[in-house]
T-cell receptor
Framework: NAGVTQTPKFRVLKTGQSMTLLCAQDMNHEYMYWYRQDPGMGLRLIHYSVGEGTTAKGEVPDGYNVSRLKKQNFLLGLESAAPSQTSVYFC????????????FGPGTRLTVL | DAKTTQPPSMDCAEGRAANLPCNHSTISGNEYVYWYRQIHSQGPQYIIHGLKNNETNEMASLIITEDRKSSTLILPHATLRDTAVYYCIVTPGGSYIPTFGRGTSLIVHP
C-alpha cells in the first residue's frame, strides 16, 4: 500500500513551457486535491475532485488545469508556466465521508525560470 | 465557512507538554475540528480530529470547549521530532473541502 504518490519529485521549467504533475492513490478514495505551498505560507487549494470524471476550482485555480479520468489518478497541468508558479505542490486524497482525514503525498518542488 | 485563528509561533521544552490553541468561534454544529502537522518540507500529516468530545490517540489529545468555539491540541511529552507547523482546520459544512491557514510553528528545544 503506497498511499499517495507524486511524480516527479523535482522539476525545473523555463517560462512558457508546459508540464503535467501526476498524483496517484491506491486507497480507493473518492476525493483528491491539489495544493500549492509557497515559502512561509500555508497550503492553498488549487483544484479538487469529488469523484472520477469531476473537477472543481479551489482558491487559486488560475493558470492550472486538472483531470480525473481514473479514480486513482489526479493530474495537474501547467499549460504555460510562469515564475509565479514556482512552488511546492502537494496532492492529497480522502474518503467521501465527512468524518475523514486527508492523506498527503510527499510533494513536487517546481521551479520556473 | 468557519475560519480558525492560531498563534504564529510557540516554543516548548523537550519532555514538557505542548499546548497549541485554536480559535474557531464561527464553527457550526456539523463541523469537525481537525489537526495536522507538517514537518519541514514533507506533506502534512493527520494528527487527530473531533466534533464535540475530547479525543485522544497515540500522538496527541484534543480538547474542545463546551461551546466549541476553541480547541487545544496537547502533545503530552514533546520531543525534538515534534518541531513542525501545526494546522487547525474546521471542515466546511457539507462540502468536505478543508482550508489550511498558516498554522502555528512549534519549536521544541532541548
Amino acid at each position: 500500500n503506497a498511499g499517495v504518490t507524486q511524480t516527479p519529485k523535482f522539476r525545473v521549467l523555463k517560462t512558457g513551457q508546459s508540464m503535467t504533475l501526476l498524483c496517484a492513490q491506491d486507497m480507493n478514495h473518492e476525493y483528491m486535491y491539489w495544493y500549492r505551498q509557497d515559502p512561509g505560507m500555508g497550503l492553498r487549494l488549487i483544484h479538487y475532485s469529488v469523484g472520477e470524471g469531476t473537477t472543481a476550482k479551489g482558491e487559486v485555480p488560475d493558470g492550472y488545469n486538472v483531470s480525473r479520468l481514473k479514480k486513482q489518478n489526479f493530474l495537474l497541468g501547467l499549460e504555460s508556466a510562469a515564475p509565479s508558479q514556482t512552488s511546492v505542490y502537494f496532492c492529497a486524497s480522502s474518503p467521501w465521508t465527512g468524518d475523514y482525514e486527508q492523506f498527503f503525498g510527499p510533494g513536487t518542488r517546481l521551479t520556473v525560470l | 465557512d468557519a475560519k480558525t485563528t492560531q498563534p504564529p509561533s510557540m516554543d516548548c521544552a523537550e519532555g514538557r507538554a505542548a499546548n497549541l490553541p485554536c480559535n474557531h468561534s464561527t464553527i457550526s454544529g456539523n463541523e469537525y475540528v481537525y489537526w495536522y502537522r507538517q514537518i519541514h518540507s514533507q506533506g502534512p500529516q493527520y494528527i487527530i480530529h473531533g466534533l464535540k468530545n475530547n479525543e485522544t490517540n497515540e500522538m496527541a489529545s484534543l480538547i474542545i470547549t463546551e461551546d466549541r468555539k476553541s480547541s487545544t491540541l496537547i502533545l503530552p511529552h514533546a520531543t525534538l521530532r515534534d518541531t513542525a507547523v501545526y494546522y487547525c482546520i474546521v471542515t466546511p459544512g457539507g462540502s468536505y473541502i478543508p482550508t489550511f491557514g498558516r498554522g502555528t510553528s512549534l519549536i521544541v528545544h532541548p
